[in-house]
């Protein structure tokens, strides 16, 4: 579904130029959860964006259903970003001032959905992540928990084919942090979504069924985990599988 080749992105000209992504090859399939590890500054966000068309290659192809997005315009590509991915974020990015309902609406206002269906989408999606009883209500009234699957929700709102998720638990405990994993990882196994989680946490990339480390700006180790695979919140780089 997805397939990245030789991509390279570099930031700056000239000797102070930095290469976040260098080269990185890869593909992505539908009911894959795929966790990306790697210290700060290893690429991990970078590739996420990438993948999400939030920031262009400064070198290689990409292809999404064997299309090649690299020659999309910026118009193609914001189209493609709101119809073909969610995005789920550590610091939530709820609208303070919108009701639970509205915030979910949200995609919908720039997709090309009839406006009169948008209250009944946003609906259902909060039904599915069982906040259906919430949803007039405003985020400084739910739990941390609760406003990280209100975002999911809104993320699943267009029916997207991806979901990206940059350090998803990061502001949770670990009790919901295993909630909102267990959520990611039925949407790929259950509803056939390509679902990339980009994280320090061990225990989330434990949940993952294949493991990208990064290092670099490059994919070092591309690994299927299996259930009795242990993930290291701080992994060496000879390997996190323990």
């Keep these: 579904m997805i397939e990245l080749v030789s991509v390279t992105k570099v930031y700056g000209e000239g000797p102070s130029s930095v290469r976040a992504l260098d080269a990185v090859n890869l593909k992505l399939q539908a009911g894959e959860m795929?966790?990306?590890?790697?210290?700060?500054?290893?690429?991990?966000t970078t590739l996420l964006n990438i993948i999400g068309c939030l920031d262009s290659a400064t070198e290689g192809e990409y292809y999404l259903d064997g299309k090649n997005v690299a020659g999309f315009d910026l118009k193609a590509k914001a189209q493609l970003r709101n119809e073909a991915f969610g995005f789920v974020f550590q610091s939530f990015n709820l609208l303070p001032d919108k009701t639970v309902l509205d915030n979910v609406m949200l995609p919908l206002r720039y997709s090309r959905v009839p406006r009169r269906q948008w209250k009944q989408k946003a609906a259902v999606a909060l039904e599915k992540m069982g906040l259906a009883d919430l949803a007039q209500r405003r985020p400084d009234q739910l739990s941390?928990?609760?406003?990280?699957?209100?975002?999911?929700?809104?993320?699943?709102?267009?029916?997207?084919?991806?979901?990206?998720?940059?350090?998803?638990?990061?502001?949770?405990?670990?009790?919901?942090?295993?909630e909102i994993v267990e959520v990611l990882k039925s949407l790929?196994?259950?509803r056939g979504k390509v679902v990339?989680?980009?994280?320090?946490?061990?225990?989330?990339?434990?949940?993952?069924?294949?493991?990208?480390?990064m290092v670099d700006g490059r994919i070092i180790d591309d690994s299927t985990l299996d259930s009795s695979s242990v993930v290291f919140?701080?992994?060496n780089p000879s390997g996190v599988i323990w």
Excluded at 35 to 44: H, L, N, Y
Excluded at 166 to 178: M, Q
């Design 34 to 44: 795929t966790a990306v590890m790697g210290p700060s500054g290893s690429g991990k």
């Design 144 to 178: 941390g928990g609760q406003q990280q699957r209100v975002a999911i929700a809104r993320a699943l709102v267009n029916d997207p084919q991806v979901i990206l998720a940059d350090e998803p638990t990061g502001n949770l405990d670990s009790s919901t942090g295993r």
């Design 188 to 190: 790929a196994e259950e």
């Design 196 to 213: 990339v989680v980009v994280t320090h946490d061990g225990m989330v990339a434990s949940h993952a069924k294949r493991l990208l480390q």
């Design 233 to 235: 919140s701080h992994p």
